[in-house]
């Protein structure tokens, strides 16, 4: 059992930055991927940033030059740098973990692990 506790999110104006934290107990989750998922009202979660257990990383396309997703497996916490934030990235943030999975790192249905999510809201 892999458990991830969220932190960081909260209230900004567009152009600030905010950054993200996860903390996995249970396990090392530099043997899982990990990702940040959001989820805005109305829309479906999407995959925003993954690093895989062999260092890979994926970031969307939305937010690639602003965001950065980073691991301290000294600290086994994952971390997602946000700047430049747009009213478009207010949602709720969640981290996750999975075992390893042929499909895209961005589908969600592949994650075993989730935290609980930190809140984002960019004001314009």
């Known amino acids: 059992q892999v458990d991830l506790v969220e932190s960081g999110g909260g209230s900004v104006q567009a152009g600030g930055s905010l950054r993200l934290s996860c903390v996995g107990s249970?396990?090392?989750?530099?043997?899982?991927?990990t990702a940040w998922f959001r989820e805005a009202p109305g829309k479906e979660r999407e995959g925003v940033a993954a690093?895989?257990?062999?260092?890979?990383?994926t970031v969307a396309d939305s937010v690639k030059g602003r965001f950065t997703i980073s691991r301290d497996n000294t600290k086994n916490t994952l971390y997602l740098q946000m700047n430049s934030l747009e009213p478009e990235d207010t949602g709720m943030y969640y981290c996750?973990?999975?075992?390893?999975?042929?499909?895209?790192?961005?589908?969600?249905?592949?994650?075993?692990?989730w935290g609980q999510g930190t809140q984002v809201t960019v004001s314009s």
């Open positions: 249970g396990y090392r989750l530099s043997g899982y991927c």
């Open positions: 996750a973990a999975r075992v390893y999975s042929d499909y895209s790192v961005f589908v969600s249905a592949t994650y075993n692990y």
């Open positions: 690093i895989d257990s062999d260092g890979t990383i």
